[in-house]
């Protein structure tokens, strides 16, 4: 039995999409592909709001993350931690051998503007990563003051990673002044997981001309090679770029503007049912996800319990992430979701929750 995902990613596919998966195969290297690449990535770049080159790789966002910490980090980066993922990206800095500070705030809180600012007012750091949409805990960082901070500081590189906030709502890459801005699909993109998309500015591109150590697979340089031909550096997954193309006309037709509305609708749907329960949020506001909501387990809810049971209604159903499980569930709400599927969820939650 397919259980319905109401994960924070992967999440339900469209099966139009899945059909497009099926369309029969090209080489990468024959100009059937590259036709189909330059049409996904000029695509790409109206969702973006960006003219910066955007690349195609087959990778989880992670590749890129570690991707980008060795193509740009010449001195020494701060990585802005408010999470599972974005703690595990300053790991991943070290584990590169690149000299990397974390700025470190408890999980369940923004990064703001003002910890951007006492950074790199120090003149320490040539580069920055930040997690806009920390998927763990449901926090979304205010990406648009804080990129006007880094402004001030033309010399450091911003790396910002859109995983599960790309296509949500706006995220106008040029008029933000983001240098790389990376994200996977599988999450508000709606696609399989397997491949991560991400612009890199001119600057990025002149920084990474000078840094050592790059390595092949993610090398900038050689995506911007390939870029110039329609193509990657290595084989593609030829099938998830059918599938984005398919998408990307998905999006045209019901208008970016109306995903968006329909995104803010949704986190208004389910933060509407959680006060309505009694339940309290993990996040405050302004700083709550539009993609996920994650609720604090106040009413001290068997969720393990709800888990299974939702798991033999047909539904996934995450119980909290790390070490917030059984303290905290997430409620996805992004994709192609409409309305009425997110209030059948959450119908069959008020059904095996009715002491609560």
Not at 89 to 105: F, I, L, M, Q, S
Not at 229 to 236: G, H
Not at 254 to 283: C, D, M, P, S, Y
Not at 284 to 290: A, G, L, M, Q
Request: hydrophobic fraction near 40%; proline fraction near 5%.
């Amino acid at each position: 039995m397919h259980k319905k995902l109401f994960i924070p990613g992967p999440i339900e596919i469209a099966p139009e999409i899945l059909q497009a998966m099926a369309t029969p195969m090209i080489g990468h290297r024959m100009p059937e592909y590259a036709q189909l690449h330059g049409s996904v990535t000029s695509g790409l770049k109206k969702v973006m709001g960006t003219g910066n080159r955007v690349f195609l790789a087959t990778s989880s966002a992670f590749g890129v993350m570690e991707g980008a910490v060795r193509n740009l980090v010449k001195g020494r980066c701060v990585n802005f931690c408010n999470g599972a993922f974005s703690d595990k990206w300053h790991d991943v800095t070290r584990r590169c051998g690149k000299e990397a500070d974390a700025v470190k705030v408890p999980w369940g809180k923004p990064i703001t503007p003002e910890l951007v600012e006492q950074a790199l007012a120090t003149g320490r750091y040539d580069s920055f990563t930040l997690i806009h949409n920390e998927t763990s805990t449901g926090v979304m960082s205010p990406l648009g003051e804080i990129m006007a901070v880094a402004g001030r500081y033309p010399d450091v590189i911003s790396i910002i990673d859109t995983v599960s906030s790309m296509s949500a709502l706006p995220i106008p890459v040029d008029e933000l002044g983001i240098d790389v801005c990376i994200f996977g699909v599988q999450k508000a993109f709606a696609l399989p997981p397997g491949l991560a998309i991400f612009s890199a500015s001119e600057k990025s591109l002149e920084r990474a001309r000078s840094v050592e150590g790059r390595g092949y697979y993610f090398d900038f340089l050689e995506f911007a090679l390939h870029d110039d031909k329609n193509n990657t550096p290595s084989t593609p997954c030829i099938s998830l770029v059918y599938a984005l193309a398919k998408q990307l006309e998905r999006f045209a037709a019901e208008g970016l503007e109306q995903r968006w509305n329909r995104h803010r609708e949704l986190a208004t749907q389910v933060r509407q049912w959680a006060t309505g329960r009694g339940l309290h949020f993990f996040v405050d506001e302004p700083y709550r996800s539009v993609t996920l909501t994650c609720i604090a387990n106040n009413k001290g809810i068997d969720l393990k319990q709800l888990k299974g049971e939702l798991g033999v209604r047909g539904y996934a159903f995450d119980d909290g992430y790390g070490k917030l499980k059984g303290e905290t569930f997430r409620i996805a709400h992004m994709g192609d979701l409409l309305p009425n599927e997110l209030k059948e969820f959450i119908a069959v939650i008020d059904e095996l929750t009715p002491g609560f």
